[in-house]
Nanobody, 118 residues
Framework: QVQLVDSGGGEVESGGSLRLSCEAS????????MGWFRQPPGKEREFVAG????????KYADSVRGRFTISRDNAKKTVYLQMNDLKPEDTAVYYC???????????WGQGTQVLVSS
């Protein structure tokens, strides 16, 4: 099983960029698909992006497609979320999460806050 640590959040102006990182510890990181979720203030947690263990397949929520890019470096046991053209509605706590055999696991990072000001 892996443990996840999120980082890279902060405050940016609308139109700005941030790159989030999720560093894993533990074994067999490269057997897990990974994803990013977010929880806006007062709302439920939602899927943002996912990436297969190979890194060759990705999936995005409609609200971020074309602006966000998920990637991974299995040698560094790290998943990234490059966020460009940020909007105030992207304000949320962002969490990475692990998946195995097509099922999301209850393995989460601790979350990193992103605040986008208009």
């Amino acid at each position: 099983q892996v443990q996840l640590v999120d980082s890279g959040g902060g405050e940016v102006e609308s139109g700005g960029s941030l790159r989030l990182s999720c560093e894993a510890s533990g074994r067999n990181f490269n057997t897990y698909a990974m994803g990013w979720f977010r929880q806006p203030p007062g709302k439920e947690r939602e899927f943002v992006a996912g990436i297969a263990w190979t890194g060759y397949m990705t999936k995005y929520a409609d609200s971020v497609r074309g602006r966000f890019t998920i990637s991974r470096d299995n040698a560094k046991k790290t998943v990234y979320l490059q966020m460009n053209d940020l909007k105030p509605e992207d304000t949320a706590v962002y969490y990475c999460r692990a998946s195995f055999n097509g099922n999301w696991l209850n393995i989460w990072g601790q979350g990193t806050q992103v605040l986008v000001s208009s």
